[in-house]
C-alpha cells in the first residue's frame, strides 16, 4: 500500500448578528510548500458561527475526497474554533441538537483515523477567514463566492518555514500542480447561485428607514430582583439550584410594579420559568390585572459546575476554561453549561416567536443579565464581546422596540429610576 498523502485543511466560518447572514470558507493546503490545493467557500443564508464553521470544516474535507477519492490521506485539520475541535476530537460532549447532524456529516466523510484536528489562534487562519468573509459579502450583494474574484490566497503562506521539498518532484512542480487542480474546480463550478435568504442590503436601517412603519412590538426587559447569590456575585443560571427573591428582591420588584402601573403602557407579560422571574412577574402582574405567560426560551444560561460559585473561585478551580469562555463565545462553562452563541441561537428564535405573537403591542418580558444583554447586543448588531460591556443591574429596566421592516430600536438600558 502507498504511503498516505498528508495534507492540511484550514476552514472558518462565520456569522454577521450571530445568528446573522453566514457563510464559511475552507481550504486544502500542500504542508510540503504550502501550496494550495483547492478552496470553497459558499454564503448560507442565515445561521449562527457555530454552524458556519461546520459546515466550512464539512466543505474542507469534501474536497480532500474529490481531490484525493483513491488515495490513503492523512489530514490535520487547523481551525480557530475551539468548539468544533473540540468536539471532533471527542473531548467535549454535543450538547446542541443542530451541531450533532453537522458532526456527524464530518466524520462520515473521511475515516476518523485519517483525521486529527487542532486549534490554532485567527491569526494564523486568515486564509479560511478571508474566504469566509468573501463568501458573506458576495450573500450581501445577493450573489454566491466565485473562485475566479477571490482575493483570499493573498493571506496564505507560500513556503512555510522548515517546509521540504516534495518527494514526486519540486515544490515549483506541487504548486503548477495545484494551479491546475484550482483551475478544474473553478470551471466546474457556477458561477453564482440564488441565495437562500435576502441580502442583508435589502434592510434599510437608521435615518434611511420607511417612516411610517405601525405601532412595533415593543419589549419592556425586566431583570428579576435580587436573590441571596446576587450581592455576593456568584454564577446563577439555569443549571443550578432556583434561588427566590430575597427580601430586598421583592421590593424591588414591587417598585417595578408600582413604575409599571404609572405608566400604564405594559399589555402582556412573559416571563422566565426560573423562580425569582416568576415571583417578579407575578408582582408585577397582581398589580396590573394581567396573567404571566412562561417562556422557556427567556432563562438563564446554564453555567455547568460553576453554578454557584464566585467569578474568584472559577477562576481558582477551572482557570484555563474560563480563560477560554472569556475568549470566545462559542466555549461554554465546564460540565457541559451553555456557551454565548447556543445562548444567542436560543435567545433570538425566542424573540422571534414573541415579535409575531404581539405584533403592534407592548411585552414585559421578565428574564436574566444573558438573555437581556443578547437582546440588546443583536439589536445594536454588537459582536458577542459587548456582553462582557454592558451593566445590567437588578429589576433594572432596557426597552428594544421592533418594527414591521425588520428594524430593531434600543430605547433604553438599565434604568434604575424606578428603585430610588
Known sequence: MSAPRRLVVEADGGSRGNPGPAGYGAVVIDPLDGGTLAEAAEYIGVATNNVAEYKGLI????AVKELFPDTPVEVRVRMDSKLVVEQMSGRWKIKHPGMKPLAAEAASILPASSVTYEWIPRAQ????????NEAMDAGRRGEQWDRASSTAELDAPRTPAGSAPSPAGTPG??????????AAMAAARPATVTPQAAPAESVQVGWGSAPDLGAPATFVLLRHGETALTPEKRFSGSGGRDPELSGTGRHQAACAAEAFAARGTVEEIVSSPLRRCRETAEAVAVRLGLEVRIEEGLRE?????????????VRERHGADLTAWLA???VAPTGGGESFAEVAERVSATRDRLIARYAGRTVLLVTHVTPIKTLVRLALGAPPESLFRMELSPASVSTVAYYADGNPSLRLLNDTSHLR
Open 301 to 313: 444560561t446554564d453555567f455547568g459546575v460553576w453554578e454557584g460559585l464566585t467569578f474568584a473561585e
Open 173 to 182: 512542480d506541487a504548486v503548477a500542480g495545484a494551479a491546475k487542480v484550482r
Open 328 to 330: 470566545s463565545p462559542d
Open 59 to 62: 466543505a474542507g474535507l469534501r
Open 125 to 132: 487562519n486568515k486564509h479560511a477567514d478571508r474566504l469566509a
